[in-house]
């Protein structure tokens, strides 16, 4: 019932920076924990961001703390991942998700976009 689609992957040069968008419709935006998460190739999905339904609370994974920063606008049904000092083990494909729940796990998200590519090179 929620869609979600996302934006602004692009190849970028090491060190650089980009600036995701998932856009949400279909739902109550506002009721839901949002997540990012990036699968590289050949690699597994992994958890990046959460903020919390009113952006109050954001976690990170050890690997972009301090580099990524999570933000959501409510008003417009849409949450960005602002990531800066890009490295080459940053490419991966880049979803966004929903939650009701607390949980960083793949298994807890409700709805899923379909990602956007990210790639960072030497």
């Known amino acids: 019932q929620v869609q979600l689609v996302e934006s602004g992957g692009r190849l970028v040069q090491a060190g650089g920076s980009l600036r995701l968008s998932c856009a949400a419709s279909?739902?109550?935006?506002?009721?839901?924990?949002m997540a990012w998460f990036r699968q590289a190739p050949g690699k597994e999905r992994e958890y990046v961001a959460l903020?919390?339904?009113?952006?109050?609370?954001?976690r990170y994974a050890d690997s972009v703390k301090g580099r990524f920063t999570m933000s959501r606008d409510n008003a417009k049904n849409t949450v960005y991942l602002q990531m800066n000092s890009l490295e080459p083990e940053d490419t991966a494909v880049y979803s966004c998700?929903?939650?009701?729940?607390?949980?960083?796990?793949?298994?807890?998200?409700?709805?899923w976009g379909q990602g956007t590519q990210v790639t960072v090179s030497s």
């Open positions: 279909g739902g109550t935006f506002s009721v839901y924990n």
């Open positions: 998700a929903a939650t009701n729940t607390w949980s960083t796990l793949i298994t807890s998200m409700d709805y």
């Open positions: 903020i919390t339904k009113n952006g109050a609370i954001r």
